[in-house]
C-alpha cells in the first residue's frame, strides 16, 4: 500500500489518515480471535484497569502470538509509514488497546511523542502509530478523540500522570487542550474521532494531540497499535521494560499482503516466556552502555 500525494499532503496538514474497512471480516477475525487468550495471561504485559480485571492494554504480543507477529509485518501497516519518512522502520511499541465493554477507561489528553521523548529518550518525532480497529468503533465505545492539526505545534510540555488511571502517561494541560480546540475549529472540527467498521485503519503522528472517553456501552472497542520508528531514530534509553519499549532495532521486513489468511513463517521469541531481560531496565543513556560495552 503506497501513499498519494494527496494523501501525503492531508497527514502534513492533519496529522493523520483514516481508512475505513482497510481490512477484510476474514482477516480481521484471525487477529480478534488470538485476543481472549492473550489478554487471559497473568503477564506483566498485561496491564489492567484501575481496580478491575479488564485488560487496558496488551504489550508485545508480536513477540509470542502468530497472527500477531504476521500483522507487525503487515505492507498495509508498515509501507504508508516508510513512505512518509523516506527510509526502513522498527517495532517501537506494540499495543493491543482493550477499552473494554462498560470496564474501559479514559486515556488523557496526550502526545505519544511526549512519552517516548521523556520515558525513551527518542531523539526526533520520526515514529508514529498505524492502528487497526477489531470491533466497530462507534460514538459511544470511547472512540479516539484526535486535534486536527495539534502536530504542528511540535513537542508539548507534559506533566506525568500516574494516579488517573492504571498506567502512567505524560498528559496536556487542560487549558491548552482547549486553545488547540479552539485554534483547529472548536465546536467546527476542532475535535474529530474517526468510526468505522472492524477492519479499519488509522495513521497518526507522534505529535498529534488525542485521548479517549471511558468505554460505559455495552460493546468493546479493542484497537492493535503499531508504533513504528525510523531506525535512524531508535531510542537512548532503556528506562521501561523491553516488552513496552523494544530495544531490536532491526528493519521490519514486510510479508506479502496476504500474510494474515496464509501460513507465512515468523519468529516468535517469546512463545515460551518473556525473558528476564526483557524486564531489566537502566537510566543509563545507550550511548554511554555502548561505550562501556
Known amino acids: 500500500m503506497r501513499l498519494t500525494q494527496e494523501q501525503l499532503e492531508q497527514f502534513d496538514r492533519e496529522g493523520y489518515l483514516f481508512f475505513p474497512g482497510q481490512f477484510t471480516a476474514e482477516e480481521t477475525r484471525a487477529l480478534t480471535d488470538a485476543v481472549p487468550g492473550i489478554y487471559r495471561r497473568r503477564e506483566a504485559y498485561n496491564v489492567r484497569e484501575k481496580g478491575k480485571d479488564a485488560v487496558r492494554t ?40 482493550g477499552k473494554a465493554a462498560f470496564d474501559g477507561d ?3 489528553w496526550h502526545q505519544d511523542y511526549g512519552t517516548w521523548l521523556n520515558d525513551d529518550m527518542m531523539p526526533t518525532e520520526r515514529a508514529m502509530n498505524v492502528a487497526i480497529f477489531l470491533d466497530d468503533v462507534n460514538e459511544y465505545n470511547g472512540p479516539l478523540m484526535f486535534i486536527p492539526g495539534s502536530h504542528k505545534k511540535g513537542v508539548i510540555d507534559a506533566k506525568h500522570d500516574v494516579t488517573t488511571t492504571s498506567y502512567p502517561l505524560w498528559t496536556v494541560d487542560s487549558e491548552l487542550i482547549a486553545k488547540l480546540v479552539e485554534r483547529a475549529g472548536g465546536k467546527n472540527g476542532g475535535i474529530v474521532s474517526p468510526k468505522g467498521p472492524a477492519g479499519s485503519m488509522i495513521l497518526f503522528h507522534s505529535c498529534l494531540v488525542h485521548a479517549s472517553s471511558s468505554n460505559l456501552s455495552p460493546w468493546n472497542r479493542v484497537s492493535v497499535y503499531l508504533s513504528l520508528c525510523a531506525v535512524s531514530n531508535h531510542i537512548r534509553r532503556f528506562k521501561r521494560p523491553e516488552y513496552i519499549a523494544h530495544r531490536d532495532f532491526t528493519p521490519i521486513e514486510c510479508l506479502p499482503d496476504d500474510c494474515l489468511l496464509r501460513d507465512y513463517p515468523v519468529d516468535l521469541p517469546w512463545k515460551d516466556g518473556v525473558p528476564a531481560s526483557a524486564l531489566q531496565t537502566t537510566s543509563v543513556p545507550f550511548e554511554e552502555m555502548k561505550r562501556a560495552a
Open 58 to 97: 496488551n504489550f508485545a504480543a508480536h513477540m509470542y502470538s502468530e497472527p500477531f507477529a504476521k500483522l507487525a509485518r503487515h505492507p498495509r501497516m508498515v509501507q504508508p509509514v516508510m513512505d512518509l519518512f523516506g527510509e526502513p522502520v522498527y517495532m517501537h511499541q506494540f499495543k493491543i488497546n
Open 106 to 108: 479514559v486515556w488523557q
